[in-house]
């Protein structure tokens, strides 16, 4: 939510113009307050959160023949490159730590083939375990390899984000691996999704929580890249918060990262009324006109949520909008229900299933404690919860967002991959920008931030990175599936 960094940012709240009137500031201010404070109910709740049972993209694979078609059309890699890839990238068995060896080049020719063979064969078990293996059901593991960039290197993370340069001293957080507790995952490696991605167009729109996952995956990309300077961002832009659409460069793969902004996926409108002003309201029947100019993008990166918390969304008086018809009351779920309809419709009518690979990104939690978002709620924590009856009830959400996400994946008819991130985000109380939020802050700054932490977004190294960690497991996944049908 840019919207909290704009109101605690002193000097931002008049640059960054997240709304576009006085009346939908004050929206604005009601909205994060509500949400805030909903936060907080959740999180005095203890009661267990539901094992998670189901089958990576139980859901949302309906056609399973639809997966082995993704890309054919459009993968640049050589013949070489390829079979480069296929022995490293596409390894099934790659792990954390994986070992080069000079060896195999001097095996006589019979060992060749048999290792050609196992390996074949370990790939094939691979994908049948992967392919039913739920990886969002895990946990947390330490983890002393490198992190996937150094602290603090990235030029490209929103300063909110920055948590190292912002003078957090403790490093637990950027240390964390998530581990699925039946299979395992390979780790990012930023040179084989670039090679992957070769000519193509990946595409996070959603809200700021999209943001900060959108810039985790520039920096994973950036830092593969030898000649850092050759990254840039289309149209010169250094500040990633304003609104707008961003579009980050790799012209040495010809791969581009871009975000736009959508908060809801529908549109918001302005409907006019007798007077000659207008209203505030919000379209369930269309998406946002811009998604036009990305539905032939090759891998589209979805998410919606905190902001159905929003006071005027969960009342849902006289701004739910169809038509010319504007609803005088509709309950929450129902909208958003519709909204989630539209916008699949969308996907279902737009994007190309053989050429497109939809991702959407579930529900990410927020942890203030011992207070609000503007009555000092804290996320001061160090370490990640621990135990599962620790974490935060979903149930008590209210709206019960994950819930209703889960709904609307189930009712999808494309292929759209879900990547279920509520659990792995509970547990994660320690790695949010707290009072982080800002390089040299005064000690005005200091003392405000005391107060409004950022207990929603994540830092960077951190939390984002695993979600596109596993969206790289997943392109592999399919990857392999292709090469074996
Ligand atoms: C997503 O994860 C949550 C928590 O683990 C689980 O309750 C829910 O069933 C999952 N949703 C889907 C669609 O798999
Ligand atoms: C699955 O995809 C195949 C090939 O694209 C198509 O022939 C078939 O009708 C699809 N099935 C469903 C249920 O969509
Ligand atoms: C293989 O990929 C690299 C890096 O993407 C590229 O520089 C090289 O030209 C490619 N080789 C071939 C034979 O296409
Ligand atoms: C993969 O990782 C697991 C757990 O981190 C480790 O036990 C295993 O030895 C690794 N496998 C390989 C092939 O490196
Ligand atoms: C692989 O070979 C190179 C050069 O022949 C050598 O420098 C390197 O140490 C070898 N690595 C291993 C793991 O044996
Ligand atoms: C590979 O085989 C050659 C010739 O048989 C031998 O000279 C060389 O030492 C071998 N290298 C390794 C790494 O075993
Ligand atoms: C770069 O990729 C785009 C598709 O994203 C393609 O239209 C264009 O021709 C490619 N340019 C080069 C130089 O390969
Ligand atoms: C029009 O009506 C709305 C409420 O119905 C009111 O808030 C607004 O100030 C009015 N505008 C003008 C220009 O009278
Ligand atoms: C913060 O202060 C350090 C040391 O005084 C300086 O090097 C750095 O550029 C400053 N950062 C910002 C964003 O002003």
């Known amino acids: 939510m840019e919207l909290k960094n704009a109101l605690f940012s002193p000097n931002s709240i008049i640059r960054t113009p997240t709304f576009r009137t006085k009346g939908s500031i004050t929206f604005a201010y009601s909205f994060a307050f509500i949400f805030l404070a909903c936060t907080i109910i959740f999180l005095f709740g203890n009661s267990h959160v539901h094992q998670s049972s189901s089958q990576w993209f139980k859901n949302v694979i309906k056609n399973r023949s639809q997966l082995s078609s993704y890309f054919p059309h459009h993968n640049h890699l050589s013949q070489q490159n390829l079979s480069r890839a296929k022995d490293s990238v596409f390894n099934p068995e790659l792990n954390q730590s994986r070992v080069s060896s000079n060896g195999s080049r001097n095996a006589t020719l019979s060992e060749g083939k048999s290792t050609a063979a196992k390996k074949k064969k370990k790939k094939k078990r691979w994908v049948e375990l992967m392919s039913k293996c739920d990886v969002f059901d895990g946990k947390w593991v330490r983890d002393n390899s490198p992190p996937f960039y150094e602290p603090g290197s990235c030029p490209f993370i929103d300063e909110s984000f920055n948590c190292y340069l912002n003078g957090r001293p403790d490093t637990g957080y950027e240390k964390l691996r998530w581990q699925p507790n039946h299979c395992n995952v390979p780790r990012f490696d930023g040179g084989k999704m670039l090679r992957f991605l070769k000519g193509k167009r990946i595409v996070y729109v959603g809200d700021s929580l999209n943001r900060n996952m959108y810039e985790s995956m520039v920096c994973l990309l950036r830092n593969s890249v030898k000649d850092k300077s050759r990254v840039f961002e289309a149209s010169g832009k250094q500040e990633f918060k304003k609104e707008g659409t961003y579009s980050f460069l790799f012209p040495d793969y010809n791969v581009s990262v871009e975000y736009i902004r ?17 209203k505030e309201t919000l379209r369930l029947d269309r998406v946002e006109k811009s998604y036009d100019l990305y539905k032939d993008a090759d891998v589209l990166v979805f998410n919606t949520g905190n902001w159905w918390t929003h006071e005027k969304t969960s009342e849902g008086k006289g701004y739910y909008q169809e038509g010319d018809h504007v609803h005088e009351k509709l309950d929450v779920v129902e909208a958003f229900d519709k909204a989630m309809s539209t916008w699949a419709r969308w996907v279902e009518s737009n994007v190309d299933p053989k050429k497109t690979r939809v991702f959407f990104r579930g529900y990410s939690f927020s942890h203030f404690s011992k207070g609000e978002w503007n009555s000092g709620g804290r996320c001061d924590s160090r370490e ?96 392999r599936q292709t090469q074996q049908t």
């Open 384 to 479: 990640p919860i621990k135990d599962a009856k620790d974490l935060l009830s979903i149930e008590e959400l209210s709206p019960p967002i994950p819930q209703m996400l889960d709904k609307s994946m189930e009712k999808l008819k494309s292929p759209v991959v879900y990547l279920n991130v509520t659990r792995m985000t509970n547990y994660r109380s320690d790695a949010h920008p707290s009072v982080y939020r800002k390089p040299n802050a005064t000690v005005q700054e200091k003392r405000l931030f005391e107060t409004h932490q950022d207990c929603s977004h994540w830092c960077l190294p951190g939390v984002p990175d695993t979600w596109n960690q596993l969206l790289f497991a997943q392109l592999v996944l399919s990857q």
């Open 262 to 278: 959508s908060a809801f996926l529908v549109q918001e409108w302005e409907m006019p009324i007798e007077n000659g002003s207008t």
